[in-house]
């Protein structure tokens, strides 16, 4: 199925339109908005929000059982569990390139200051890296956007004895 054809299972003043496939479509169009935006519903790095690749792929995988099953767009499904590879892959770099700049950081004391700010860790260097590397794919950029803070936010908040959840220790 195209994924124009999306949009007319989503147009709710057709008369005909079946509750089901409006479900359906509604996930399909649910789950592109959070592979797009990094894995975060609220389309900027939050460390309470943001899901890890594995938690979209494992859902991605029962999605195309279930529309398999179904027949409800499964090639969508599809294409999308195809791009976990490649977010997976943005993700974990950017994961490692935030613990090369804490390495670098960490012997220039004005540069750590700068680093500990969230703000400027994801505008200065997360997205600026991103954006460099998959310079013509937006999900990727937000992936690997998403995999910087989240190491970012593991550093930050463990040094500070909080855990992701919030949850002082």
């Given at each position: 199925?195209p994924s124009?054809?999306l949009e007319?299972?989503?147009?709710?003043?057709?008369?005909?339109?079946?509750p089901?496939?409006?479900a359906?479509?509604l996930a399909?169009k649910?789950?592109?908005?959070l592979?797009?935006?990094?894995?975060?519903?609220?389309?900027?790095?939050?460390?309470?929000?943001?899901?890890?690749?594995?938690?979209?792929?494992a859902f991605?995988?029962?999605a195309?059982e279930?529309a398999?099953?179904?027949?409800?767009?499964?090639q969508?499904?599809?294409?999308l569990?195809q791009m976990?590879?490649q977010?997976?892959?943005?993700w974990?770099?950017d994961?490692?390139?935030?613990?090369?700049?804490?390495?670098?950081?960490t012997?220039?004391p004005?540069?750590?200051d700068?680093?500990a700010?969230s703000?400027v860790?994801e505008t200065?260097y997360?997205?600026?890296d991103a954006?460099?590397?998959?310079?013509?794919?937006?999900?990727?950029?937000?992936?690997?956007?998403s995999?910087?803070?989240?190491?970012w936010?593991?550093?930050?908040?463990a040094?500070?004895?909080?855990?992701?959840?919030?949850?002082?220790g």
């Amino acid at each position: 199925m195209p994924s124009i054809d999306l949009e007319d299972y989503l147009d709710l003043r057709r008369a005909d339109l079946d509750p089901e496939w409006f479900a359906a479509a509604l996930a399909v169009k649910h789950m592109r908005r959070l592979i797009a935006a990094g894995g975060n519903g609220a389309g900027h790095p939050d460390e309470e929000e943001a899901l890890f690749p594995h938690h979209i792929a494992a859902f991605l995988a029962r999605a195309v059982e279930t529309a398999h099953t179904t027949g409800r767009f499964e090639q969508e499904w599809r294409r999308l569990y195809q791009m976990i590879p490649q977010l997976q892959a943005a993700w974990e770099r950017d994961q490692g390139l935030f613990q090369e700049d804490l390495a670098r950081a960490t012997d220039n004391p004005e540069e750590m200051d700068y680093l500990a700010m969230s703000d400027v860790a994801e505008t200065c260097y997360a997205t600026v890296d991103a954006r460099r590397t998959y310079p013509n794919n937006p999900a990727q950029q937000a992936w690997a956007t998403s995999g910087y803070m989240l190491a970012w936010w593991q550093f930050f908040l463990a040094e500070h004895n909080v855990s992701l959840d919030g949850e002082v220790g």
